[in-house]
């Protein structure tokens, strides 16, 4: 391998995963625009029934994005302001944003220092007389530990409404052996069609997805202006719609999914062996009860120097993030749900360790080398 080559790496690389898909998409939007059928029809149905099939749900409801799929599904259980809500502190804001926009109250929990998802333990410590709900997070493409949550949630008769925004794809195992997808286990799931997701568009989108028929049917209606016919309005909704054409495109790369999954997995398997005896990088902990599709490839530095890290690996004009620097708690517009000076201890240590690395399905045992070498260099 030549060092002196110029590489781009990229943290996703959009481009390159739609030049192998070229052809397919660029048919299905041109073939969208010479239907003029913008908004709705059978593209729209067509994706929602395929993903419904994929996932091994009754219903899937599209709409405009991931932030507005959590909403919908908040507003639909009819809960009243001041009920509290659980939610992980180590989440991406839309998460408890949209728990605060309905006037509920967020209850911020702690996650587990290994899997990154919500601590089940936690439950049972913040439970009150206003708990009605729980939103666990698959955070970087890893399910939750769904069968004790559901089973606290029965229990305490709370609904769930899982943020799959970054593990569509993902599987769950129950004790008894039973899977399910992520995403169909909770009373609704979320996921965000945001370009940089495992299922990504090429503009916004988003979808929820249940198993009750009457819970679907409230959500429709209020992704559509809580109408129940055309012009009559039962009830307060808003407009939140996924457009034909991103239909168009997800529906082909939907086909793509678990190909793409394999592909992160590789990634994250070529990562890991790179990574292997170096006692400054804690590489990503499989869950025993879910497989992983890598939204992010995400390891925990313990020297302390991640900030000198990233601008070394920036020299080098390799990208990297930190996804999140700070917990919900500390964030200035939610910190009075917070008490001063209380800490969730493994949220404190992932927002001072964690740093992922460029994964996306366009990765390389080259590219891979030249980013952990460079990693490995800076520790060395
Ligand atoms: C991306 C994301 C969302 C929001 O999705 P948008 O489509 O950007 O609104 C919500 N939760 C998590 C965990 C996410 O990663």
Redo the contacts with the bound molecule.
Sequence with gaps: MSETKQRTVHMVDTYGQYQKIKEEVDREVIAVMESTRFIGGQKVAGLAENLATYLGVKHVIPCA????A?QIALMALGLQPGDEVIVPAF??V??AEVIALLRLTPVMVDVDKDTFNLEVSELERVLSAKTKAIVP?H?YGQSANMEPIMDFAKKHDLFVVE?N??AIGATYTFSDGRTAKTGTIGHVGCT?F?PS?NLGAFG?G?AMMTNDDELAGRLRMIANHGQSKRYYHDSIGCNSRLDAMQAAILDVKLRHLDEYSKARNWAANQYDLAFTNMDQIIRPVRATNSDHVFHQYTVKLTNGRRTELQTYLKEQGIPSMIYYPVPLYKQKAYDHYWTAGETLPATEVLCDQVISLPMHTELNEEIIHHISSHVKNFLS
């Design positions: 994005n991931g932030t507005d959590l989440t991406y839309a998460t997070v955070l943020d925004a970054q965000s945001y997701k916004d988003g």
